[in-house]
């Protein structure tokens, strides 16, 4: 094959075998690529992060804050960094972090963090469905232990089950420490299934039915939750709003019950203005995984005029985060994860509570500029809107 990729066998994560790979595109595309590889990371620490490596995308990152955060796990101020390429994305996100701050800060609490397998069975007819139901809720205590065997730092705490027919289907829910968990719970639940089926007559299991929802927007993940559950709550003052958004706490909550009104007709799952926005930008900084955007980015808001002041309070209830595996180790997402001190053990929950308060930021932000007629001119004060004409 001509355009076979050169591969390094004794070391496929070495500077010279990126080279390869580089001159190779190079002379099949006739172009020179001559900044993927530039980069002061070595790319020997992606090993286990990405194969075929041909360098690094080296996407800009700006800060924000100080962000006031009141949580059960994060506490104090908080610089933010955002990584993206859209022109007044991380001004309008700053203005939001001092709206808040100036405010008293937000309060933010993580209530639920599970994440799920959901295996199922085949079973001969519906009456050994039901029967499956009720021989795995009596043998569920000992379920945990083999799938506790698995792991030091997860362990299976409850399930869901739904029958349809002779199938059922069993959404587990594990608790995962500080690791975003998909790997330690497709391992236990692995075990568990082997178990299953040596002492229950099943036909058939699959270790994954969908019913997880990993990785797309859901209705029951929305509902039941997956990965971190966080809300955030934040009370806007009237000088606030006045002298830093230039509006009303009238104005904004009107504009929410509109939009409400529009995404309803629109399908939109979840109300929220663009907490992907923030989101995507938290998640590229800080080395997430960019898949989960699409279950983690559905929010809710509530907003209530209280006087002449505007309570705002934000849901996320499929928040899927991480401070320990996959990439946020690599080195500048751990340097950026550094910045708010969530990198490591122990320091998820106060991720999920910082990027909750982040993303509400944004949210009373956009909505300011909204009602108050700068969105427009904020993209063209901030951003590209006009392609270069050089």
Same mark, same amino acid.
């Given at each position: 094959?001509? *355009?076979?990729?050169?591969?390094?066998?004794?070391?496929?994560?070495?500077?010279?075998?990126?080279?390869?790979?580089?001159?190779?595109?190079?002379?099949?595309? *006739?172009?020179?690529?001559?900044?993927?590889?530039?980069?002061?990371?070595?790319?020997? #620490?992606?090993? *286990?992060?990405?194969?075929?490596?041909?360098?690094?995308?080296?996407?800009?990152?700006?800060?924000?804050?100080?962000?006031?955060?009141?949580?059960?796990?994060?506490?104090?101020?908080?610089?933010?960094?955002?990584?993206?390429?859209?022109?007044?994305?991380?001004?309008?996100?700053?203005?939001?972090?001092?709206?808040?701050?100036?405010?008293?800060?937000?309060?933010? +609490?993580?209530?639920?963090?599970?994440?799920?397998?959901?295996?199922?069975?085949? #079973?001969?007819?519906?009456?050994?469905?039901?029967?499956?139901?009720?021989?795995? @809720?009596?043998?569920?205590?000992?379920?945990?232990?083999?799938?506790?065997?698995?792991?030091?730092?997860?362990?299976?705490?409850?399930?869901?089950?739904?029958?349809?027919?002779?199938?059922?289907?069993?959404?587990?829910?594990?608790?995962?420490?500080?690791?975003?968990?998909?790997?330690m719970a497709t391992k236990a639940t692995h075990e568990m299934c082997n178990y299953i089926d040596k002492n229950f007559a099943v036909e058939r299991y699959v270790i994954e039915s969908n019913l997880a929802v990993d990785k797309k927007p859901s209705a029951i993940n929305t509902i039941l939750g997956r990965g971190k559950s966080v809300t955030a709550e934040a009370f806007f003052t009237e000088k606030v709003l006045s002298r830093l958004l230039r509006t009303t706490a009238t104005e904004i909550d009107l504009a929410y019950k509109r939009q409400v009104a529009g995404g309803l007709?629109?399908?939109?799952?979840?109300?929220?203005?663009?907490?992907?926005?923030?989101?995507?930008?938290?998640? +590229?900084?800080?080395?997430?995984?960019?898949?989960?955007?699409?279950?983690?980015?559905?929010?809710?808001?509530?907003?209530?005029?209280?006087?002449?002041? +505007?309570?705002?309070?934000?849901?996320?209830?499929?928040?899927?985060?991480?401070?320990?595996?996959?990439?946020?180790?690599?080195?500048?997402?751990?340097?950026?994860?550094?910045?708010?001190?969530?990198?490591? @053990?122990?320091?998820?929950?106060?991720?999920?509570?910082?990027?909750?308060?982040?993303?509400?930021?944004?949210?009373?932000?956009?909505?300011?500029?909204?009602?108050?007629? @700068?969105?427009?001119?904020?993209?063209?004060?901030?951003?590209?809107?006009?392609?270069?004409?050089?």
């Amino acid at each position: 094959m001509s *355009g076979q990729l050169p591969k390094n066998r004794q070391n496929d994560y070495s500077r010279e075998a990126i080279r390869g790979r580089i001159e190779k595109l190079s002379t099949l595309n *006739g172009r020179p690529l001559k900044y993927l590889e530039q980069s002061a990371v070595d790319p020997e #620490l992606t090993k *286990g992060n990405i194969e075929n490596i041909i360098g690094f995308s080296q996407v800009p990152v700006g800060i924000i804050g100080p962000l006031a955060v009141n949580g059960s796990h994060a506490r104090g101020e908080f610089y933010v960094p955002l990584s993206t390429t859209e022109g007044a994305l991380v001004a309008s996100y700053h203005r939001g972090a001092r709206a808040i701050t100036m405010s008293g800060g937000a309060n933010v +609490l993580l209530y639920r963090d599970m994440i799920q397998r959901a295996p199922l069975f085949v #079973l001969e007819n519906v009456f050994k469905a039901a029967e499956f139901i009720e021989w795995f @809720d009596s043998n569920f205590d000992v379920l945990q232990k083999i799938a506790g065997d698995t792991t030091a730092h997860g362990a299976l705490e409850s399930y869901h089950s739904f029958i349809q027919g002779r199938i059922v289907f069993i959404r587990l829910n594990y608790s995962t420490g500080d690791a975003m968990g998909m790997n330690m719970a497709t391992k236990a639940t692995h075990e568990m299934c082997n178990y299953i089926d040596k002492n229950f007559a099943v036909e058939r299991y699959v270790i994954e039915s969908n019913l997880a929802v990993d990785k797309k927007p859901s209705a029951i993940n929305t509902i039941l939750g997956r990965g971190k559950s966080v809300t955030a709550e934040a009370f806007f003052t009237e000088k606030v709003l006045s002298r830093l958004l230039r509006t009303t706490a009238t104005e904004i909550d009107l504009a929410y019950k509109r939009q409400v009104a529009g995404g309803l007709i629109g399908g939109v799952l979840g109300s929220s203005g663009h907490v992907a926005n923030g989101l995507a930008a938290i998640f +590229l900084a800080c080395g997430q995984d960019m898949a989960n955007l699409s279950e983690s980015c559905v929010g809710h808001i509530y907003t209530e005029v209280t006087g002449n002041d +505007l309570y705002v309070s934000l849901n996320m209830p499929s928040l899927i985060i991480a401070t320990i595996g996959g990439g946020v180790s690599l080195p500048t997402q751990k340097e950026c994860l550094e910045i708010m001190d969530c990198y490591g @053990d122990g320091k998820a929950g106060k991720f999920a509570e910082i990027v909750a308060a982040t993303l509400l930021a944004g949210e009373i932000s956009l909505a300011a500029s909204l009602v108050a007629g @700068d969105f427009v001119s904020a993209h063209e004060k901030y951003g590209r809107n006009r392609p270069d004409e050089t």
